[in-house]
């Protein structure tokens, strides 16, 4: 079937992957803790080292048939692998399927969307690690159910909208996810209990400041580039220009610029907009 639509979910995840992997030397897609971190580029490894030692203290005693859900290049797999679990990855990007076959040598990788994967049960965990926010709230918990045995347990670790939120269609505000109040009531309806839950905001929130600056460093490059065709050669920067306002709408454009040229991603800014919780959740 011919693709009418360019997938730039997966072509975003895709890009993050090459930049974390000059960055850090590995290809952790996911926020620092920077609790007792100084926040710098340099650090962004050992902050993500972190989180993970964060994430896996949410474990249930193992070992245990995991299925990691969104499971970015298959770092967390193979560092999940190693402690003795069995591991299968969704994941919907053809390139991360792929390094996820080599980070994660011993797992079954399932390349579709979760809500479309054929994958079979049981499991005792279901692990979300930054990507329930990309699957439709009303299918990721529902579908794990049908997946988990009795005893099963699933963990989410990603960002959520505060109660607070507002919508700009002219400036992207830093941070993502489901809104809160929609998760909690989505959650109501479900067989499913909260046994424990963290907010981790302030202490991941650093994150997108290291983002931000890498983004400026890219958006400073690209105005030295502009300023240079201007003067020397205006009519292939007039026929650039064109180009892009063909494929790229108006407000795309202006809040790439935002992306690129301002500091709006900011730590205080994430936390006004979101709420990061890291929960473990039960059968009822």
């Known amino acids: 079937m011919t693709k009418t639509k360019l997938d730039t979910q997966a072509i975003g995840l895709d890009a993050g992957l090459g930049l974390i992997r000059w960055l850090t030397g590995r290809e952790d897609m996911h926020y620092g803790l920077w609790d007792g971190i100084d926040v710098c580029a340099a650090n962004l490894g050992p902050a993500q080292a972190a989180y993970t030692e964060r ?7 193992g070992p245990l048939r995991i299925l990691d859900i969104g499971g970015g290049a298959g770092e967390t797999a193979g560092k999940l692998i190693a402690l003795g679990h069995r591991v ?13 076959r080599t980070n994660a040598p011993g797992a079954v990788v399932h390349e579709a969307k979760f809500e479309e994967a054929n994958v079979e049960g049981p499991f005792d965990l279901c692990l979300f690690s930054e990507s329930f926010q990309y699957i439709p709230l009303d299918q990721g918990l529902s579908k794990c159910l049908t997946l988990l ?19 700009d269609k002219t400036r992207a505000k830093v941070g993502g996810g489901h809104r809160i109040g929609a998760f909690r009531e989505t959650l109501e309806g479900l067989p499913l209990k909260v046994v424990h839950e963290s907010d981790i905001t302030e202490a991941v929130a650093p994150s997108v400041e290291i983002e931000q600056a890498l983004f400026n460093v890219v958006g400073g490059a690209v105005e030295r580039i502009d300023r240079e065709l201007s003067e020397v050669k ?22 790439l610029r935002v992306r690129l040229m301002e500091q709006t991603r900011s730590a205080e ?4 907009h979101n709420r ?9």
């Open 88 to 100: 299968e990855i969704v994941v919907p990007s053809p390139l991360l399927a792929e390094r996820c």
């Open 149 to 167: 045995g009795p005893e099963g347990r699933i963990i989410v670790s990603d960002c959520f909208r505060n109660e607070g939120y507002t919508v």
């Open 276 to 284: 990061y919780l890291m929960m473990r959740l039960e059968r009822a």
């Open 269 to 272: 800014a994430f936390c006004e």
């Open 55 to 61: 994430l896996f203290s949410l474990l249930p005693k």
């Open 234 to 255: 205006p009519a292939q920067r007039w026929l650039l220009n064109r180009a892009l306002r063909l494929v790229m709408s108006e407000r795309k454009r202006e809040r």
